[in-house]
């Protein structure tokens, strides 16, 4: 199940702070990193059985997923990611599966990826327009907003969109430790 929050909505502006903010913390410490480095498993993540590649490919797979239903939102139609959401342990099937699908990818497709995915979110988010990002979200009875959902989506244990938070002490340890 995804954290939800009672939190007021946050601006897309603040939103694209957080996640930049956040984004930019990583790629920092992914650029100390080798390929060799960043794809060597069982380094960091929950029971340090990730790699930093998969970490990027994690964290990929979740503004991809928020790309989308904020696309299928402003068409008019329910996000695909709504009807994952209604079994247990779902959330974790969806992780385990975005890791998977990269794990023979290369180091530098992963870090293009990853870039490439988050100016997407951003792009999203700031085209979604005022508007539509406050706009009442009918597909989930936790969050009253499209901003709220999306928040949910690249969120963390300790607020909306601060998913990149959740994994920076792991990274930071892997990368600088002491």
């Keep these: 199940m995804l954290p939800r929050y009672d939190a007021p909505v946050t601006s897309r502006d603040e939103a694209v702070a957080i996640l930049e903010e956040g984004h930019r913390a990583l790629a920092e410490l992914f650029a100390h990193l080798s390929d060799e480095a960043f794809s060597r498993r069982g380094t960091i993540g929950s029971g340090g059985e990730w790699s930093a590649k998969d970490l990027a490919a994690h964290l990929g797979l979740w503004e991809k997923l928020a790309v989308e239903s904020i696309d299928a939102f402003g068409r008019g139609e329910r996000p695909a990611i709504e009807d994952w959401f209604n079994e247990d342990g779902a959330g974790d099937r969806v992780n385990d599966e975005g890791v998977a699908r990269y794990l023979d990818a290369s180091p ?9 995915l988050h100016a997407r979110v951003v792009d999203a988010i700031l085209a979604a327009g005022d508007e539509g990002w406050i706009a009442p979200y009918p597909y989930d009875d936790r969050d009253r907003t499209l901003g709220d959902r999306v928040g949910s989506l ?20 892997y990368v600088e430790p002491t």
């Design 108 to 116: 530098d497709d992963v870090r293009a990826r990853f870039e490439d």
């Design 154 to 173: 690249l969120g963390a244990e300790d607020g909306r969109f601060r998913h990149a938070f959740a994994h920076l002490a792991d990274l930071r340890a």
